[in-house]
């Protein structure tokens, strides 16, 4: 179910970079669309990172992934 959520999450960053390939967006163009809709997804991502992360085990696969996404999320 947690995977799930998580490739939704990913298909929405991606439907992102698709829009910004069929307008044959430069890089100021591209960013300024991520920057409009990207952040918000990532902000829900970390969101729903950090509100599962109670519920997995520390050492489960995805408890390993939650860990080390959020111990990298400046990055």
């Not at 179910?1 to 890089?27: F, H, P, Q, W």
């Amino acid at each position: 179910m947690r995977s799930t959520v998580m490739l939704a999450y990913i298909r929405l960053l991606y439907d992102v970079e698709r829009e910004a390939r069929d307008m044959k967006l430069n890089g100021e163009e591209r960013l300024a669309l991520r920057l409009a809709k990207s952040v918000r997804i990532l902000d829900d991502i970390k969101a729903y990172l950090e509100r599962e992360r109670p519920n997995v085990l520390p050492k489960s696969p995805e408890g390993q992934a939650s860990s080390y996404a959020l111990s990298n999320w400046k990055r």
